[in-house]
């Protein structure tokens, strides 16, 4: 299934070793995939799939869809959840794509450029990234999740994103200068590794 026909995920490479991404929402590599445990934030599980790119870049909406909520640091609230939500996630988009999906922007830089109620078509500003609430850095953390899990929470069907994304590239055949080329074996085993994730992650989102 293809939700983000306008995001490209070239999934060998890039900074981190884990790929890269051109296109909608935003253009960089890829810092942490979805349930990666590589850092302490990330202990029961990443809950969502990193893009590092600039501070001020901008977040564009990979899609068309419905703005539901939209976190401020510059609003004051009482609100529990609220707190919780801005104390986790800074600045952040969440929004409804269709009826069966539900997906959020968050850490950005300054407060959201759309409003709670608002359509969105793909290609429309949501934000600039930025590296508000529980960040160590600028990047975007994006998640999509089924539309009943209200809040995205962990362990409620979600599901790594660019595996919905058009394409999945890399270059798993690389040359060795001597006119022979030879497969790319790491980029072969990490592939291997994502397919199998995704049908893991398509399995546990159908029970939802």
Known sequence: MILFPDTKYYWSGGAWGLGSVTGYPCAGDVSSLFGANDMDLHAEGHNGTDIAAP??????????MVITDVF???????????????DLFGNSVWATIGDDWRVMFAHMDESPRVFEGQSVSAGMV????????QSTGPHLHWT????SNR???????NVEVLDYCEEQEAVAFTPTGSGLIVEDKHAVAIKAMQDARAALDRALAAMY
Do not use: E, H, N
């Not at 401020?72 to 801005?86: A, E, G, N």
């Open 126 to 133: 949501l934000g600039y990234v930025g590296s508000t609430g």
């Open 144 to 147: 999509l999740g089924p539309a």
């Open 72 to 86: 401020s640091m510059d609003v004051v609230s009482t609100d529990p959840l609220f707190q919780q939500i801005k």
């Open 151 to 157: 809040w995205l929470a962990r362990g409620a069907g």
């Open 55 to 64: 501070y001020g870049t901008p977040i564009l909406a990979p899609c068309d």
